[in-house]
């Protein structure tokens, strides 16, 4: 086994690992290797040909294959060293990690701080345990979309779609412009779970069917799909008897949601969220285990690649100083505040602040509403009865990742606080 080191480790070539490795390069990293188990760097981003990715971080309107090019781009002139082609087996303390590939062979790498960017992952057929036969013809919506747009090879003809998430839609479009017919869209939910945007652009410019609270209950076919049947659903999302239709059709594409790929997290000894399904992070971005960080859809799903980018900046920032300082690194200044999902909100990103460490600059409070609400509302934390910090909001949806920030000011007014909690709630006007 070869034996490697490095200052700042990256795990993952996606838009968090690509932006994290560059930062901690500019951040005065001597050292900066990125592991990536695929050929091409880019993690998802190669195959999303379509527009909309760069307008927050580039100002420019770009698509998936561009964004990366412009991070691999710019990583490697900063000296960025890739070790493509090569899969993480293990981590281990210090940190470390043991990989193989079939450049490097079995290698360990040591390093003063790593940073963890594996993204994230799409649920299954076995996730949703959906009744029926188990035929070809049942794909991820992502999977469709590696093999349309790299492969070149189309799927199916005739296709239902469970579920609305972004890809979801944005494949309806893609399969629709290829000749295909998305015969329909069905959610189980009485809203769309992904962006307003894709569901104007690509499902109703098209005129493709889309059914609310609906959902396949059942999968037709012996070798090959030939028609799933679906059902209207009730408020506990059970299957309402005698709403059953049957629509004929040769593929089933899933776009039920996404899960952060923490696999490596957990043989690390991070503590996980179980509400995000990532690690609990403080405002560096800092895990559990010292000199670990995560950034990106590892940490919690995003909505829009330049908020994966601008997290995992943060993440290569605090890494390259952590590895600088090492041991002698000054640590936080006061207590670690937890931070509350409270009305309205699912889960907060971070989970906890040093809100003494905020002399330096404002952290971020990222989360995620539990139901949608179409009118004007107030994203607000509060410390017990005080109000630190809100902002008005014209609308709040769970598919868009609401923001708050929190300055040194801010955490002056919060005191000796135990707890802050994060809400949202009906504006007064």
Not at 25 to 35: D, E, K, P, T, W
Not at 160 to 187: C, F, Y
Not at 303 to 326: I, K, N
Request: net charge neutral.
């Amino acid at each position: 086994m070869r034996d490697l080191s490095c200052d700042v480790l990256v795990i993952g070539s996606g838009p968090a690992g690509l932006a994290a490795a560059y930062q901690a390069r500019r951040s005065g990293s001597g050292r900066v290797v990125l592991v990536e188990r695929n050929d091409e760097l880019g993690g998802i981003l190669p195959q999303c040909i379509h527009n909309g990715f760069g307008g927050r971080v580039f100002q420019t309107d770009l698509t998936g294959p561009e964004y990366a090019s412009r991070w691999i781009h710019q990583a490697h002139e900063v000296g960025v060293e890739f070790l493509s082609r090569t899969m993480v087996l293990s981590i281990e303390p210090g940190p470390s990690i043991v990989a193989t590939g079939s450049v490097c062979g079995l290698v360990r790498i040591e390093a003063k701080a790593l940073v963890l960017a594996m993204g994230c992952r799409e649920r299954t057929r076995g996730a949703l345990a959906i009744p029926g036969t188990r035929p070809a013809g049942v794909y991820t919506a992502g999977t469709a979309q590696r093999l349309v747009n790299i492969e070149g090879f189309m799927p199916g003809e005739r296709f239902v779609i469970l579920g609305s998430g972004d890809i979801g839609m944005i494949m309806a479009r893609r399969l629709t412009l290829e000749g295909a017919e998305v015969a329909v869209m069905v959610e189980i939910m009485p809203y769309i779970s992904g962006l307003r945007r894709n569901l104007v652009q690509c499902v109703r410019d098209y005129d493709i069917p889309l059914l609310l609270c609906t959902t396949v209950t059942g999968v037709i076919g012996r070798d090959r799909v030939e028609a799933v049947t679906i059902s209207q659903v009730d408020e506990r999302w059970q299957p309402v008897p005698g709403t059953q239709r049957e629509i004929p059709c040769d593929t089933l594409l899933l776009s039920v949601g996404l899960i952060p790929e923490n696999e490596l997290s957990r043989m690390a000894g991070v503590a996980l969220d179980p509400l995000t399904g990532g690690p609990y992070v403080d405002e560096r971005l800092a895990t559990s285990v010292p000199g670990i960080f995560a950034a990106g859809n590892v940490v919690h799903v995003y909505d829009l690649v330049d908020h994966v980018t601008e997290s995992a900046l943060q993440a290569g920032r605090y890494a390259a100083d952590y590895a600088r300082q090492g041991a002698q690194e000054k640590a936080p200044i006061g207590r670690l505040i937890p931070l509350r999902a409270g009305r309205n909100v699912q889960h907060v990103v971070p989970q906890a602040l040093h809100m003494e460490a905020l002399e330096d600059g404002e952290a971020t409070i990222e989360f995620r509403v539990r139901q949608p609400i179409e009118a004007s509302v107030r994203a607000q934390i509060t410390s017990g009865d005080q109000v630190l910090v809100s902002r008005r909001l014209r609308y709040a949806r769970p598919s868009e990742m609401v923001t708050l920030s929190l300055d040194l000011a801010h955490a002056q007014r919060a005191g000796r606080a135990e707890m802050l909690r994060v809400e949202v709630i009906p504006s007064v006007a």
